[in-house]
């Protein structure tokens, strides 16, 4: 299997070992053993459970330093529309684009403006009579990955079309290389990301062949960047493009609300997502048309690289959205400035989309057959209690570890406790016992005389 790159990491020597990870992991990819927890990296989707519910912050993610733009010789910020959420209401977002180039980039290219190109070859997607429905959003990469590696049978119904920061990516390099005449290979293009799984997703893009995103930078970085200029940047400031649909992708609902289909679902938080597709493996939902998936609560606005309470950047959000609809400026025609209807084969995703089967106890079937009767009979033995004390996020979960050799029995507590106090008994058995050369003869004393 190709190695899969994960921006998620562990810090080993902050971590206490306290469970708490391997119990908010919605893919069961964490394991605490030593008394330090254990990322399996095929079962990882980045999606940043960890990094939030970390107390003692021994996950990071790994992003790109702005240290990086010095590597091209032309730089443009792609700024997430979650971006705006992390100011105030009455925050302009035209200087926080102006924040962005006073930061060290050359330019902006919003991504709320790929989210408009992509809602708009999303509706062309839909029109395939090959299409399965319902058709769901890859504009998640940990909803992606969480198809890849617990729901491969779903990876058909993905919209192959590219995220909002790709398209948003390409069309930036396309368009200053043409302006300024720069190779696009010199020109780096740097997404502002909400969450690792972006990261991820660029990484791996990059690793794979030439990307449209050249690195991605923590929002959370840039947060104290921008804070620092915002109150004092003068004009002019860079002109804004996006649309208020566009710059509504970054909550919850934002692209249903974009392609205004009525036949759709709303789906966010990773665990609520996978209780969704889970009826849309069983066929339940084959009559929905259109189906957007969030792993973070909120929306990206919800992402773990973020600075807000979620619900505070909703409320920011709609007061950006709502101040974009009342602007002077009308919306510029990307469509026809792009060519879009003529080049819709070059907005296809170019990075294949394959199955991880990390939830397969053995490659050879009959095996994994009896490593699943094996397990079952493993469950029956242990306690059902779920504690997670066992460094396993529950009991099935190290009786599939015992029979993968990764476990023993005594990981659990409660079978620790059965057996010292059988070895109690045993060894106080045995104390009462004392062997036949030991022992005093009563009347041996009285047999000399």
């Not at 665990?271 to 909120?298: K, P, S, T, W, Y």
């Not at 709502?322 to 400026?329: A, F, H, L, N, Q």
């Not at 015992?402 to 060894?427: H, P, S, Y």
């Amino acid at each position: 299997m190709t190695q899969l790159f994960h921006s998620v990491l562990l810090i080993e020597e902050k971590c206490r070992g306290c469970t708490r990870c391997i119990r908010n992991c919605p893919t069961e990819a964490i394991r605490v053993r030593g008394g330090k927890a254990r990322i399996n990296v095929e079962r990882c989707i980045d999606c940043g459970e960890c990094i939030r519910t970390c107390d003692n912050h021994a996950k990071t993610a790994v992003t790109d330093p702005l240290s990086k733009l010095e590597e091209f010789d032309y730089t443009i910020a792609l700024p997430a529309p979650s971006l705006y959420a992390q100011f105030g209401k009455e925050t302009d977002r035209r200087k926080i684009l102006a924040s962005l180039i006073d930061m060290g980039f050359n330019d902006v290219f919003e991504v709320a403006y790929g989210a408009d190109i992509a809602t708009f070859l999303t509706l062309e997607y839909l029109k395939n009579p090959n299409c399965k429905f319902p058709a769901i959003s890859a504009a998640c990469p940990a909803v992606v990955r969480l198809i890849q590696v617990r729901f491969p049978s779903l990876i058909d119904h993905l919209i192959p079309v590219e995220s909002p920061m790709a398209c948003a990516g390409k069309l930036a390099k396309e368009k200053t290389s043409e302006r300024l005449g720069i190779p696009e290979d010199k020109i780096g293009t740097f997404f502002i990301t909400p969450c690792p799984a972006k990261v991820t997703w660029v990484r791996e893009a990059n690793s794979r062949g030439t990307f449209f995103v050249d690195g991605a930078i923590s929002m959370f970085d840039a947060y104290g960047e921008i804070m620092k200029r915002l109150l004092t940047i003068p004009p002019p400031y860079p002109q804004l493009k996006a649309s208020p649909d566009g710059v509504g992708w970054g909550r919850t609902g934002g692209e249903r609300i974009a392609s205004k289909i009525k036949n759709s679902l709303v789906v966010d938080g990773i665990h609520n997502v996978i209780n969704v597709l889970e009826e849309v493996e069983m066929g339940r939902l084959d009559d929905v048309e259109f189906l957007e998936a969030q792993a973070c609560v909120g929306g990206c606005i919800g992402g773990a690289l973020t600075v807000l309470n979620p619900f505070i950047g909703k409320m920011n959000l709609e007061s950006v959205v709502d101040k974009s609809k009342d602007r002077s400026e009308p919306p510029e025609d990307f469509v026809k400035e792009f060519r879009l209807k003529e080049r819709l084969d070059e907005f296809i995703m170019k990075l294949d989309i394959m199955a991880v089967p990390a939830f397969r106890l053995d490659q050879d079937v009959s095996r994994a057959i009896i490593k699943a009767e094996m397990i079952e009979k493993v469950v029956n033995e242990l306690p059902g209690l779920d504690c997670g004390s066992c460094g396993s996020p529950h009991c099935r979960a190290l009786a599939e570890d015992i029979v993968q050799g990764l476990a023993v029995d005594t990981d659990c507590i409660l079978k620790l406790r059965e057996e010292i106090e059988i070895l109690a008994e045993q060894l106080l058995e045995m104390a009462k016992k004392s062997p036949s050369a030991l022992k005093r003869d009563d009347n041996s004393g009285e047999s000399g005389e």
